[in-house]
Nanobody, 120 residues
Framework: QVQLQESGPGLVKPSHTLSLTCTVS??????????WSWVRQPPGKGQEWMGAIDYSGSTDYSPSLKSRTSISWDTSKNQFTLRLNFVTPEDTAVYYC????????????WGQGTQVTVSS
């Protein structure tokens, strides 16, 4: 079955760029009609959809994060990557990658999540 694994630094300094990669195994990142999303959950808060890249490589972002967010993919490695620029402590959260036929969920598969802390 499809499995997702996030990777990236757990600590990022304020004003720097957060970069996380999700590796897809057990399936192709170009599977028709599939969306690959990034979702985060700050401490004590609910989940927030950040953006997604679909099976054709098209991207969509949360309006509140669009100016600072980009999602790209490397089909040769079956990976997609989140970049969040100019981070602040408010970007501290557990970051998840997820996949499914609906851009905003519910998702068929989730990564285990990775804690990212923004601090100097």
């Amino acid at each position: 079955q499809v499995q997702l694994q996030e990777s990236g630094p757990g600590l990022v300094k304020p004003s720097h760029t957060l970069s996380l990669t999700c590796t897809v195994s057990g399936g192709s990142i170009t599977t028709n009609y599939y969306y690959w999303s990034w979702v985060r959950q700050p401490p004590g808060k609910g989940q927030e959809w950040m953006g997604a890249i679909d099976y054709s490589g098209s991207t969509d972002y949360s309006p509140s994060l669009k100016s600072r967010t980009s999602i790209s993919w490397d089909t040769s490695k079956n990976q997609f990557t989140l970049r969040l620029n100019f981070v602040t402590p408010e970007d501290t959260a557990v970051y998840y990658c997820a996949g499914g036929n609906r851009k905003l969920g519910p998702y068929d598969v989730w990564g285990q999540g990775t804690q990212v802390t923004v601090s100097s």
